[in-house]
């Protein structure tokens, strides 16, 4: 099984089996069944997007609780993020991902009978919590199960899936939300998740997890499985095994004591790509919604606890397609360019366009260009996931991915009071602060190392 402790704990271990896998048929599973997780989570997370007007109009909101309503699901990211991502690193990665989808579900099914709105805010929180866990888990299950040359198609796959789920949120919404009403509507979806449980079940557990843990017998026995899974055997030069467990080190101190500073860029990355993304859904909806140049914005030109026509739900539908193109010409441009410069390139292209904001553009116009950068921001922020897994070890990977995405879920909570009360104050101030964040960014990027076509590191 190899030399132990050539190089302190874990220090014989390595990653290179998975690249010597002699078919590419486990990939495909796993590629497709992370897919279903990131489709079930975006169905979850987006449909409060669908239902918001309805709910204002039911409970009579502000604008301010719709707000609070948002930010609650980001809360719930935020500290479901930072929690399992943590206990992943030291009890495996496949269990706890069936268990945070099981709640995720289980909570987004539950909203549907929420009977006051501050019932609704809490189980929102709870299914943001599980969601937001599941995205972390998922990305972490298939950096360590792909090979490196196919971990961009991969994510392109897993993220666009998250796409596809608002698509298909959106496009039962047409059908479902002004004829039965928000309830049934939540009820149907959340119903819809239920097939994909019984193949995240089937999984095995990571095998790189199982290889660095020191648990010999089960590691034998997951890589015997994934033998058959893939109708041949694994190469046997490549295996080596530590016997002394180094899950331990899966640590927050330990985290930031080897990795602190690409762990602190890599959260402020995350942080700042995740609020554009949801900044410019907020910006769709601000200027899809009114004719106002958005320089002028006023509120006394939006119209309070309006429900959605049939025709605002088909213009949503092409909407929430219209992501899907620039999501993947991201994702393409990190396999071509590199990781670097692929996210640098979409934050210059986002600052560029918070800048045109400023100017009063014709409304075609505005509405191209917020769509288009929706789908830029959407691509890297699916690649922060990708990036911070593979600079990260394998010990620290979960721990650290899920602290990044914790950081940024937590700054989201921002983006609707930004978008929904501060902007009407001052819209020039609002495009200010996002220019300023993306080339704050830009200044720590040269701070990472790129990773395009590395292998994944066990241990330092």
């Keep these: 099984m190899g030399k132990k402790g050539s190089g302190g704990v874990g220090g014989g271990v390595n990653h290179r ?31 409060a997007a669908h239902i918001a007007p309805y709910i204002e109009c039911q409970w009579n909101l502000t604008r301010f609780q719709t707000a609070i309503s948002s930010s609650s699901v980001y809360l719930g990211e935020s500290i479901g993020s930072i929690y399992f991502g943590g206990l992943v690193d030291m009890h495996g990665r496949q269990r706890i991902l069936l268990g945070v989808i099981v709640f995720c579900v289980y909570f987004y099914a539950l909203a549907a009978s929420a009977t006051t709105f501050a019932m609704f805010v809490v189980l929102r929180f709870f299914n943001g919590a599980f969601a937001g866990a599941a995205l972390v888990i998922s990305c972490i299950y298939a950096n360590e199960s792909v090979k490196s040359k196919h971990r961009t ?43 994909f449980l019984p193949f995240i079940a089937w999984l095995p557990e990571s095998l790189c997890f199982l290889q660095i843990s020191g648990k010999q017998n089960e590691f034998k026995e997951t890589l015997s499985r994934v033998s058959k899974i893939i109708a041949a ?10 016997d002394r467990p180094v899950h331990q080190q899966a640590s927050y101190r330990f985290l930031f004591q080897r990795y602190g500073y690409v762990t602190s860029v890599c959260a402020l990355l995350f942080a700042v790509s995740h609020m554009n993304y949801y900044s410019f859904i907020y910006m769709t909806t601000l ?17 309070h606890c309006q429900e959605l026509s049939n025709s605002e739900l088909l213009q949503a539908v092409l909407v929430s397609a219209s992501e899907i193109p620039g999501y993947f010409i ?20 986002n600052a560029a366009s918070y800048i045109t904001t400023l100017f009063c553009l014709p409304h075609m116009v505005s509405i191209v260009t917020v769509l288009i950068s929706r789908g830029i921001a959407c691509g890297y922020s699916s690649i922060m996931f990708l990036y911070t897994g593979e600079l990260l070890p394998t010990i620290v990977r979960s721990t650290g991915s899920g602290l990044c995405s914790s950081f940024a879920k937590f700054c989201c909570i921002l983006v609707p009071f930004i978008f929904q009360e501060f902007v009407y104050w001052s819209p020039l101030a609002t495009s200010t ?28």
């Design 153 to 195: 198609a991969v994510f392109s796959i897993i993220g666009g899936a998250q796409s596809a789920g608002l698509f298909f949120s959106t496009f039962v919404a047409y059908f479902v939300l002004n004829r039965l009403g928000w309830r049934i509507y939540v009820f149907i979806m959340s119903s819809s998740t239920l097939v």
């Design 233 to 242: 055997p694994i190469p046997k030069r490549y295996i080596n095994v530590d």
């Design 433 to 460: 602060m996002m220019v300023f964040l993306c080339l704050l960014c830009l200044l720590v990027l040269p701070l990472l190392k790129e990773t395009k076509g590395e292998l994944l590191k066990a241990v330092d």
């Design 330 to 349: 991201v994702l393409l441009c990190a396999d071509l360019l590199g990781r670097k410069p692929t996210i640098a390139l979409g934050l210059l292209l």
């Design 287 to 303: 200027t899809v919604q009114t004719d106002q140049c958005y320089r002028h914005l006023t509120r006394e030109k939006m119209v």
């Design 17 to 47: 089996f998975i690249e010597e896998l002699p078919s590419n048929r486990f990939t495909y599973i796993v590629t497709i069944i992370m897919a279903s997780v990131w489709f079930v989570v975006g169905t979850s997370l987006h449909v």
